[in-house]
């Protein structure tokens, strides 16, 4: 038994397409299990997605931890919970992209709010960010640059990961407008290239993936059904207006990319490996 588990561990280690795919459709499956079918009876709609949320989040995290402690790549995928190598850069995720969500909070009707509802959200974003970060920069860019450090530099490694997470986006298309699916691809890759260098240089995805997570909170702060709908147009079908949408989304979220570029410009896989 134990040979087998290690010929099926050196399999993988050794086949990056394998692992790659195995990375991606394990994530695809998870997320597409319908946990909160089991709650919808005693839960409202959105309490029961939120606490499928929490569960998809916790099996990516158990899963993905897992993967990284059998490929032995703990070090360098960042999951020592008490380790930060660069604190002084924590303040980036802050500055930007989370100020980028700030308008999404002005206007809401804190009155009407319902606070474990708001927990609950708040909850279900930090479990997504934190499966996100540890599963495609924590298992996926780790083991990429541990497999070509002597072939790509660092940037094009953490470029490479951002565009699986990017694509994996695409799965929305059956929850949402495409033109959203649209969005969502474009800053899925910036933020990728930004939390990949982040990791590069703070050693630890836990505290990214709360970052991530509440940055998602704050975008989605608009739809938590404590603030009025005044716009029932939410879609563009135009292919002038995609277009503009996606120069928009671009231009936006194009800073993260420059950021990204400026913490790896003097990193190499070397240095990342050591």
Not at 42 to 48: A, D, G, R, Y
């Amino acid at each position: 038994m134990i040979l087998s588990h290690i010929r099926v561990r050196d399999f993988f280690l050794n086949n990056s397409i394998a692992s790659i795919s195995a990375i991606v459709v394990i994530n695809f499956l998870v997320i597409k299990i319908p946990f909160e079918k089991i709650f919808l009876n005693n839960s409202s709609i959105e309490t029961s997605k939120n606490i499928g949320r929490i569960i998809h989040g916790l099996i990516l995290i158990f899963f993905s931890i897992t993967i990284i402690k059998i490929f032995s790549l703990s070090k360098l995928a960042g999951v020592k919970l008490f380790h930060i190598k660069r604190p002084d850069l924590l303040f980036l995720p802050i500055v930007y992209p989370m100020s980028l969500g700030i308008p999404n909070l002005f206007g809401l009707e804190l009155n009407q709010a319902n606070w474990v509802s708001i927990f609950l959200a708040l909850l279900a974003m930090i479990s997504k960010g934190l499966a996100e970060e540890v599963t495609f920069r924590g298992l996926l860019q780790t083991y990429l640059i541990s497999k070509y450090a002597s072939r790509l530099s660092i940037l094009q490694i953490v470029c490479i990961s951002a565009s699986f997470f990017a694509l994996m986006h695409i799965i929305n298309i059956s929850r949402y407008e495409y033109v959203d699916v649209i969005n969502q691809v474009i800053g899925a890759f910036f933020f990728g290239v930004f939390f990949g260098a982040m990791l590069i240089k703070t050693a630890n995805v836990f505290v990214l993936g709360v970052f991530h997570g509440c940055i998602n909170f704050v975008f989605k702060a608009g739809s938590l059904g404590i603030k009025p709908d005044l716009d029932n147009d939410r879609y563009l079908y135009s292919a002038s207006e995609i277009l503009s949408v996606i120069v928009k989304y671009t231009l936006v979220f194009s800073p993260l990319l420059l950021i990204g570029i400026l913490l790896l410009r003097k990193s190499n896989t070397k240095a990342t490996l050591t």
